[in-house]
């Protein structure tokens, strides 16, 4: 049986707002509105649909990106002036992390959403 994630809804207090933040952050381009929801897709087929609500309950979002993206999205956060961390819990503030050979950062968006970017999957590479 094949099995996709195919989209997830991110309940936010400024869905326009929310969505153009993180394609700025990644550097990717935000589609236009669908219905209620502000999609943002992403390139493995995966949308995010963002959405008004009125209550926001903070989620996680990590994004897989290439070793070679990673410079210029952190440059972004950095610009942006976007309080970044080094692990999940935020205990690590203005560091990033080396996880497994690769490279990885934490940050909230405008709703509190904790977003990752990292540039290697964790845990023991597949063969």
């Known amino acids: 049986m094949k099995v996709e994630l195919n989209h997830t809804i991110v309940h936010t207090t400024d869905k326009r707002a929310s969505a153009q933040f993180v394609t700025e952050i990644l550097g990717i381009p935000m589609a236009d509105p669908w219905g209620p929801f502000q999609p943002v897709p992403l390139t493995n ?3 995010l649909e963002y959405l008004d609500s009125a209550e ?3 989620q996680h979002y990590a ?5 070679e993206d990673f410079d210029a999205v952190f440059a972004r956060i950095q ?3 976007v309080t970044f961390y080094a692990d ?3 205990h690590r503030p203005g ?3 080396h996880l497994y050979g690769g490279r990885g950062v934490y940050f909230h968006d405008p ?3 904790i977003m990752e970017v990292f540039t290697h999957p964790y845990g023991p590479t597949p063969e």
Do not use: R
């Open 45 to 47: 087929g995966v949308i």
């Open 56 to 58: 926001v309950h903070p």
């Open 63 to 67: 994004f897989l990106i290439g070793d």
């Open 79 to 81: 610009a942006a002036g």
């Open 88 to 90: 999940p819990f935020l």
């Open 95 to 97: 560091e990033i992390n």
């Open 111 to 113: 709703d509190g959403h």
